[in-house]
Nanobody, 122 residues
Framework: VQLQASGGGLVQAGDSLRLSCAAS????????MGWFRQAPGKEREFVAA????????NYTDSVKGRFTISRDSAKNTISLLANSLKPEDTAVYYC????????????????WGQGTLVTVSS
């Protein structure tokens, strides 16, 4: 499966942004999907994940209540609505696909997107 992330940009603190990730090249398997981010000089970290049918989600504590992950299985896309953005949210955001929700949360992915840069100015 190939993933294409989009939607990053430069915003001010408090603004909102929606990231999207389109999946293609399915082989008939159903994948959980999620978002990770990597800030300058830091390791990549988990942000949010969603199960194949969208019934289960998982968020890292720092984005709970501000970010919402969703998916449109018919269109093979996931979105990340990021509200109340903070300068510390500045990072390259990557989407990922995995066999299970827990594997995606743990960073065990079968595919990674190319990343989209989100910059939040104070």
């Amino acid at each position: 499966v190939q993933l294409q992330a989009s939607g990053g940009g430069l915003v001010q603190a408090g603004d909102s942004l929606r990231l999207s990730c389109a999946a293609s090249g399915y082989t008939g398997r159903n994948y959980a999907m999620g978002w990770f981010r990597q800030a300058p000089g830091k390791e990549r970290e988990f942000v949010a994940a969603i199960s194949w049918l969208g019934g289960s989600t998982n968020y890292t504590d720092s984005v709970k209540g501000r970010f919402t992950i969703s998916r449109d299985s018919a269109k093979n896309t996931i979105s990340l609505l990021a509200n109340s953005l903070k300068p510390e949210d500045t990072a390259v955001y990557y989407c990922a696909a995995g066999l299970t929700l827990s594997q995606v949360v743990d960073g065990v992915a079968v595919s990674w997107g190319q990343g989209t840069l989100v910059t939040v100015s104070s």
